[in-house]
């Protein structure tokens, strides 16, 4: 089984609707982080969180939002989704140190029309 | 203003020869870390190989190593022998202590037979 997994692997949504991608994972690590990645420019961080009780928002946070339910799982939400949110949507997770690998999951395609 | 820069969007190699893979970053940090991902059609974000800057010696992994030059704040990759299975998007990677990681656009790698 992967070690950190998300659901839904691909979207298509239309504008204006809420939309929520989840992630969870098996390694047992505090932190765990959003990213989208668009052509053309890496990945950029969304929102990341150091553990249960804490949220940082990143580089390009404007238009979401995240919730950290449980160590193993953290959602990433578009309240109102619009055309440029259309990304490759990753997380990933990593443990405490300030040079730990981040691991990640498989994506999720989104697509917002 | 873009933190880590891969000056070669695409690249191709021969089989079985060796190519490399260019990375600069901007810092005025001492400690930090570097990474260098693949990313093969399947999108999965795989480590391929990660560097302390406190660390003089050259980080390896197998047919991968790196050149690390820090008074010039470059971090290349180089695959020897490549192989097919090589051909992917890879992404260079920069991690300050405490901070959240920043990457490279990519450059896409293609193996030819």
């Known amino acids: 089984d992967a070690d950190v997994t998300q659901t839904p692997r691909n979207r298509i949504t239309k504008t204006g609707k809420r939309i929520m991608l989840e992630c969870s994972q098996t390694?047992?690590?505090?932190?765990m982080y959003w990213y989208r990645q668009d052509p053309g420019l890496g990945l950029r961080l969304i929102y990341y969180?150091?553990?249960?009780?804490?949220?940082n928002k990143g580089e390009i946070s404007d238009g979401y939002s995240v919730s950290r339910q449980a160590q193993a799982k953290f959602s990433l939400s578009l309240e109102s989704a619009i055309p440029n949110q259309t990304a490759l949507y990753f997380c990933?997770?990593?443990?405490?140190?300030?040079?730990?690998?981040?691991?990640f999951g498989p994506g999720t395609r989104l697509l917002v029309l | 203003a873009q933190t880590v820069t891969q000056s070669q969007p695409e690249m191709s190699v021969q089989e079985a020869e060796t190519v490399t893979l260019s990375c600069t970053y901007d810092?005025?940090?001492?400690?930090?870390?570097l990474f260098w991902y693949k990313q093969p059609p399947s999108r999965q974000m795989i480590l391929v190989i990660r560097?302390?800057?406190?660390?003089?010696q050259n980080a390896t992994e197998n047919r991968f190593s790196v050149n690390f030059q820090k008074a010039a704040k470059s971090f290349s990759l180089k695959i020897s022998d490549s192989q097919l299975g090589d051909a992917a998007m890879y992404f260079c990677?920069?991690?300050?202590?405490?901070?959240?990681?920043?990457f490279g656009a990519g450059t896409r790698l293609t193996v030819k037979p």
């Open positions: 560097q302390e800057a406190y660390k003089q």
């Open positions: 990677a920069y991690r300050p202590r405490g901070d959240d990681m920043r």
């Open positions: 390694k047992g690590h505090d932190r």
């Open positions: 810092t005025s940090e001492s400690d930090y870390y």
């Open positions: 969180s150091f553990d249960v009780k804490d949220i």
């Open positions: 990933a997770t990593s443990d405490r140190g300030p040079g730990e690998t981040q691991y």
